[in-house]
């Protein structure tokens, strides 16, 4: 049987074909200088694709590289060798598809909860008569109403959180990397916030690289979990995460498939006993 012809494929654009990964990490080498000037390797030979839509979390110690992966996807930082591609062509090229969210609550303090929303959406220079319309429902989506005047200090974790979200969402990227975005937030905010964040993925099929220290959270949310081996980081396992979705945690967490995955991960992560 032929394969049938892509027509995104006609117009010469490797950009929008389907088999062409929406990130794609080509042995890729990062260094930092030392303090002495001497270069060091935090990244080793990383060679790493995502489909379009794929949920796709990379675990590691402390140190391994995986914010500095990030950074390399976003156009932060330049590798010392290899590639980084979205769509096939260099991150350069792909800033403005690119969205990211971390840790640390990176909202603008002195603004309020729909003015931080409203940043995302002006970066997305989306015509200003629907910047509005677009910033209200983004705050009915994220379950903000009542809120949206509130300043950070107001909120309580989860919800800077979701309004750090919305920013994300408004400014409307083809990809998200995030960084432990729900690494400051307890357990069940944390939970909670995964829900969330499975609702706007499932809606939206966005390619997600998602970092955590959270090796049940990276299999209860992900298609696919990454190891990376301590610093310089490399990958070493590449687990597909199939169960179906929608999953409920609670019945999750008691599947001896889940807690062998999440085993093997803790196994490859080759911690120091305490
Ligand atoms: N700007 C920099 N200059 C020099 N070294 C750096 C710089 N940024 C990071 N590093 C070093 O590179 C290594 C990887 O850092 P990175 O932040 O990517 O780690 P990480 O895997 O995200 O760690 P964590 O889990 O603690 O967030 C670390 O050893 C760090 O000290
Ligand atoms: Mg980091």
Redesign the pocket.
């Known amino acids: 049987m032929t394969k049938p012809v892509n027509p995104q494929k006609l117009d010469g654009h490797a950009s929008s074909g389907h088999d062409v990964p929406k990130i794609s990490l080509r042995n890729l080498s990062v260094t930092?200088?030392s303090g002495d000037g001497t270069p060091?390797k935090?990244v080793q030979d990383v060679s790493l694709d995502v489909s379009p839509g794929q949920f796709v979390s990379i675990v590691?110690p402390?140190?391994?590289?995986?914010?500095?992966l990030l950074r390399v996807l976003s156009g932060l930082l330049e590798p010392a060798s290899g590639t980084a591609l979205v769509d096939g062509n260099p991150v350069t090229h792909a800033k403005d598809r690119v969205g990211f969210m971390f840790q640390r609550d990176t909202l603008l303090p002195w603004a309020s909860a729909e003015e931080n929303i409203l940043v995302g959406a002006e970066l997305a220079r989306i015509p200003p008569q629907y910047i509005a319309e677009r910033v209200k429902s983004l705050i009915g989506f994220l379950r903000l109403a009542g809120f949206e005047k509130n300043l950070p200090h107001q909120l309580s974790g989860g919800m800077r959180q979701r309004v750090a979200l919305g920013r994300l969402l408004a400014y409307e990227p083809e990809i998200f990397l995030m960084d432990?975005p729900f690494g400051a937030l307890d357990s069940q905010t944390k939970s909670a916030m995964g829900r969330e964040l499975l609702r706007i993925w499932t809606e939206h099929r966005r390619s997600v690289l998602f970092?955590t220290?959270d090796i049940e959270e990276a299999v209860t949310l992900s298609d696919r979990v990454v190891v990376l081996s301590a610093?310089p980081?490399r990958v070493k396992l590449d687990v597909n995460v199939d169960f179906e979705r929608p999953r409920d945690p609670k019945v999750l967490r008691k599947d001896i498939r889940f807690i062998e995955m999440v085993d093997r991960i803790w196994s490859a992560l080759d911690l120091q006993p305490i």
């Open positions: 930092y200088p060091v935090v590691g402390s140190g391994c590289g995986k914010s500095t432990e970092v220290h610093r980081g």
